[in-house]
């Protein structure tokens, strides 16, 4: 099983600035097979990214996905008063697994 | 627009089995080529699938839970179903359904999730 682990477990910031989330593999991964997801509290997750790039149907731009093997990111260009939420990794290899979350506040 | 939910009951006793209906609108389970599968959720924690089931009747279970999970379709009405016999606390949990894309692996449509609670 590809254990998926994000990083930092929280990131603290304010609105308007840069946010960079971490997802390491612990086996290589193809970059077909991963994807982000934004889940609110009370809400269930939300795509934003699949292919490890490809932005999910009405997706702002400042959400981008980049990496391959076993490093993945996930970046938010200029942080949203409705960014602030909690952000998970996903792949598929032989199995399916999730990350477990990085949640980002407002500083 | 398509959309997913879940239903059943939010409570069930140490031991016996779980049982969720994911009913399918604004599309069909059997027209389109696309898994649906369940994912769960204890609160405050990370997600984990549960498995997956194609419209023809074919199946994928997360090793972890395949002794315990069944999860079968209903294309006359549209709905998949979730079933876990011995649920024990540590089954307690959010439970989502959701469609699952059959080439990138993906899920892309959710329902918004019932909470399951086992308890005496």
């Known amino acids: 099983e590809v254990v998926l682990t994000q990083s930092p477990g929280t990131l603290s910031l304010s609105p308007g600035e840069r946010a960079t989330l971490s997802c390491r593999a612990s086996q290589s991964v193809s970059s077909n097979y991963l994807a982000w997801y934004q889940q609110k509290p009370g809400q269930a997750p939300r795509l934003l990214i699949y292919?490890?790039?490809s932005r999910a149907t009405g997706i702002p731009d400042r959400f981008s996905g980049s990496g391959s093997g076993t490093d993945f990111t996930l970046t938010i260009s200029r942080l949203e008063p409705e960014d602030f939420a909690v952000y998970s990794c996903q792949q598929y290899g032989s199995s399916l697994t999730f990350g477990g979350g990085t949640k980002v506040e407002i500083k | 627009q398509l959309q997913l939910q879940e239903s059943g009951p939010g409570l069930v006793k140490p031991s016996e089995t779980l049982f969720l209906t994911c009913t399918v609108s604004?599309?069909?389970?059997?027209?389109?080529?696309?898994?649906w599968g369940w994912i769960r959720q204890p609160p405050g924690k990370g997600l984990e699938e549960i498995g997956y089931i194609y419209y023809s009747g074919s199946t994928y279970y997360n090793p972890s839970l395949a002794s315990r999970v069944t999860i079968s379709v209903d294309t006359s009405k549209n709905q998949f179903s979730l079933k876990m016999s011995s649920v024990t606390a540590a089954d307690t949990a959010f439970y989502y359904c959701?469609?699952?894309?059959?080439?990138?692996?993906?899920?892309?449509?959710w329902g918004q999730g019932t909470l399951v609670t086992v308890s005496s």
């Open positions: 604004g599309g069909s389970l059997s027209s389109s080529n696309y898994y």
């Open positions: 292919g490890a790039s």
């Open positions: 959701a469609r699952l894309h059959p080439v990138m692996y993906y899920f892309d449509h």
